[in-house]
């Protein structure tokens, strides 16, 4: 079938016809060539400060930003159908692109395409949002003023993605030469290019050209702009919108203004392969490089990474950027890795300005609107004050030419990305052409995407949906890895930055479906994202992210009962349970101590980590089996007795630091913490009111009936002491099966642990049975242990607590 053909019977599939029809409505929508609309300039009145609201009264003013609203959400309905119809063809261009007679290439319908989806989805999301605000205000029941209806939110979140019309803005010229050579150059797409339509909401249809379509995105951000000028106009000063669309509309202006200034003053560099240089990302970052931590906003380019310091002006005056550094990307080379434990002074610096940020919140939620100005800049004083402190890891960047910066992130899915954007340009190796550090340097203020560092207390305003209380995740297991490997989760929270929002499991064993059935719990103020990242660890490398997602935290959705979920991070699929316990927070803690797991009964420990198997035990374990299976005399040979109180300390006051010391400690160190603590325990796994019962179990000569009496009695055992027991004993069945090379045989094992984990009772405290002596007590306590480990069919071990007892799995794709 003719290739076009096939292209034109999609189009009628979607009830768009190619050939003109009656009903058609011929319009003129090329009022002026859209080719040399690049440079049109911009109307003075889009770049001046909107008047100073007129004498109409607040009622007279909020029923004329009704109808600008009105206006606006159908003029997006109008636009929305018009992208849609642009959009129409691509999916046969794409079809054709890879067969012989192709109508276009696939680097020409990326050309044509380019951003336009993106652009479409944007403009969906504010178009269904903005309709869902009106619909509720305009129903007769709800009875609101004009004052509660709140749309500055929807028009900042949409400006700050007007970076995307930057990307069709520097395509536009390209696309538009490839719909007019193709057009002229060939007659099946010359028909699909002047025949375009669009469904009105009359159930008329307009019929446009390719090319008339190509310019609406154009003429969309001088629209956007005009809009929140006459929003702005009929919005009363003491609305809760008018700071918001303030800065929308500045964000607005400011992107249009480099628009016009980029494009008259055609400072466009040409890289190798054809492409342009443009602005990838932006952000805060902190720079140490100079051995000083210094918030720096980082620009990201086609071909090299700019970072500036942000120089504030006096009022009326435009900001301006100061040129600190850049690195060209072609063979840049990255290097990531969490910082050592912090000084004990830095820890109690940040806990005096958290301690201070949380009274003066508390302050502020007892004033009713607008938080005071003073109250409020100083509250971002201290939050910036912990930004530029806190951070715990290092994106270390090196250049060929010997150069080396290093940047702070306190968020790991924040440093990915940063990292998955620079390592995605570096692979290209595109050549850097020698940038005007002065040009690019002054431009930063017109192209910049993010406007201020991400302090949280920036946003005075009170949602309902913001979290408030204790959020518990449970990390249970993941699947989809390409190979094996010790994994980890690390997990983060939003919010105020009281309280510790950043967690992470213990490492898994080598392993392609690893499991952790680890609780990790946050104390959250203001939280309305959850993020959880994967990630492989690599020994004498950079841990590798396997994949990462972010999730909007709502309380509707989140209940003090378990509800489990299904996550897909890139190729990984994690499996987890949140719950949710909304209660008013307490100051925070002066440390992220725990409390003790030594010497303390296994039942509290469990109870306090919310788990069944205390994951001390399960650090370990796994930390023996990662490294120390094929260790002659694993758990024999003693390890350092400094080390093993060391690792006895952490895992006593702070888990993440337990497990950080576990990688790099000696395995025999490792080995040894278990064993003490065990050894430790107030009583031991297998109660001794069993000792008697199990020394004569002992004594049943068929095996089969020995073990069916001595698992029988492990029943009665309570469940965090069973199942422990369990976990241990499927352990010791794995080392053993390579005791050819570690000497380690299930004999062995059992006069290693039978003394700590099998006690007989105490003479005197209650107990007034027969006492068996010393010698014999051994081998009992030996002969338990090594009849258990005998068992081919033990039970499987439960290393946590249920947690999807709160409906059905869901299923989130990330």
């Avoid at 940020?357 to 302050?363: D, G």
């Avoid at 068929?702 to 055992?717: F, G, K």
Wanted: contains cysteine; proline residues 5%.
């Amino acid at each position: 079938m003719d290739i076009y053909q096939e292209a034109v019977e999609y189009l009628e599939s979607q009830h768009v016809p190619v050939e003109a029809e009656a009903e058609v409505l011929e319009e003129d929508v090329f009022q002026e060539d859209a080719g040399s609309c690049l440079l049109y300039p911009l109307h003075p009145e889009i770049l001046d400060d909107p008047e100073t609201p007129t004498s109409h009264s607040p009622e007279e003013m909020l029923e004329r930003r009704l109808v600008v609203l009105k206006g606006v959400l159908d003029s997006e309905e109008v636009y929305l159908r018009e992208l849609e119809a642009l959009l129409m063809p691509m999916k046969a261009l794409w079809a054709s692109a890879g067969t012989s007679k192709p109508v276009l290439s696939s680097r020409q319908v990326q050309t044509v395409f380019y951003q336009v989806p993106e652009l479409r989805d944007m403009h969906k999301s504010f178009y269904s949002d903005l309709k869902a605000r009106l619909s509720a205000h305009c129903q007769p029941e709800t009875n609101q003023s004009g004052f509660e209806l709140m749309v500055g939110d929807l028009f900042l979140k949409m400006v700050n993605q007007i970076g995307l019309y930057g990307g069709f803005i520097q395509n536009y010229e390209e696309a538009v030469e490839v719909v007019r050579k193709c057009t002229h150059s060939d007659p099946r797409f010359r028909t699909l290019a002047e025949s375009m339509t669009t469904n009105g909401a009359d159930k008329t249809r307009t019929k446009y050209t390719l090319e008339a379509l190509l310019y609406k995105p154009l003429d969309r951000v001088t629209k956007t702009t005009l809009a929140l000028l006459d929003l702005l106009k009929t919005t009363p000063v003491e609305h809760k919108d008018y700071v918001s669309l303030q800065e929308a509309l500045r964000l607005s202006r400011s992107f249009l203004s480099g628009v016009n200034e980029s494009s008259q003053s055609k400072r466009e560099v040409t890289l190798s392969h054809g492409m342009r240089r443009q602005l990838m990302r932006d952000g805060f970052v902190l720079d140490a490089s100079d051995g000083e931590r210094s918030l720096r906003h980082l620009f990201l380019y086609t071909d090299l990474l700019l970072c500036t310091r942000l120089k504030h002006s006096s009022r009326g005056k435009q900001d301006q950027y100061r040129f600190s550094w850049f690195l060209p990307l072609a063979g840049l080379k990255l290097h990531w890795v969490a910082e050592q434990e912090r000084p004990s002074d830095t820890l109690l610096r940040l806990h005096s300005i958290r301690t201070k940020m949380y009274h003066l919140r508390r302050q502020l939620r007892q004033h009713t609107g607008t938080w005071p100005a003073r109250s409020r800049r100083k509250l971002e004083q201290m939050e910036l004050t912990l930004l530029t402190h806190s951070p715990v890891y290092r994106l270390e960047l090196h250049s060929p030419s010997g150069k080396s910066h290093t940047l702070l992130h306190t968020s790991l899915y924040e440093l990915e990305e940063w990292r998955e954007a620079i390592h995605k340009l570096t692979i290209d190796n595109i050549e850097t052409v020698p940038p005007d550090l002065l040009t690019l340097t002054s431009a930063c203020v017109k192209l910049r995407m993010t406007q201020q560092p991400p302090l949280h207390s920036s946003n005075p305003v009170e949602h309902e949906e913001c979290l408030c209380g204790t959020l518990s995740v449970a990390i249970h297991s993941a699947s989809g890895l390409l190979e094996p490997g010790c994994v980890y989760v690390c997990v983060e929270v939003d919010g105020f930055e009281f309280y510790d929002k950043q967690a992470q499991t213990h490492s898994s064993v080598h392993s392609l479906s690893p499991h952790w059935d680890q609780e990790l719990t946050f104390l959250v103020d203001g939280a309305q994202e959850l993020r959880v990242l994967c990630v492989k660890q690599s020994d004498g490398q950079d841990d590798m992210v396997l994949g990462k997602a972010a999730v909007k935290l709502e309380s509707k959705s989140l209940t003090q009962r378990w509800r489990r979920q299904t996550l897909h991070l890139g190729q990984v699929e994690m499996a987890l349970s949140l719950k949710y316990s909304p209660h008013p927070l307490e100051p925070p803690s002066s440390t992220a101590q725990t409390h003790p797991v030594f010497c303390v009964p296994i039942e509290t420990v469990a109870q306090q980590e919310g788990v069944l198997v205390p994951h001390v035990v399960r650090c370990c374990v796994e930390e023996v089996e990662r490294r120390g299976m094929d260790e002659v005399g694993i758990y024999r040979i003693s390890g350092t007795t400094s080390d093993i109180n060391t690792l006895k300390a952490a895992f006593n006051s702070n888990l993440r630091e337990a497990v950080s010391r576990l990688r790099n400690s000696d395995v025999h160190a490792v080995s040894g913490v278990l064993k003490l603590y065990f050894r430790e325990l107030p009583e031991s796994l297998i109660p001794s009111e069993l000792f008697q019962s199990l020394a004569a179990a002992l004594d049943i000569q068929d095996m089969n009936s020995r073990l069916v009496s001595m698992l029988s009695l492990l029943q009665s055992c309570p469940d965090p002491s069973r199942h422990t027991f369990l976990y241990l004993l499927h352990h010791l069945q794995r080392l053993s099966e390579k005791q050819e090379i570690n000497k380690m045989s299930l004999l062995n094992l059992a006069t290693v642990f039978g003394p700590s984990l099998v006690r007989p009772p105490v003479v005197g405290e209650g107990h007034y049975g027969p006492t068996v002596d010393i010698s014999q007590e051994v081998v009992v306590q030996v002969q338990v242990v090594f009849s258990y480990l005998q068992c081919n069919n033990l039970p499987e071990a439960r290393t946590s607590l249920l947690h999807d007892t709160d409906g059905e799995d869901e299923t989130t794709h990330m």
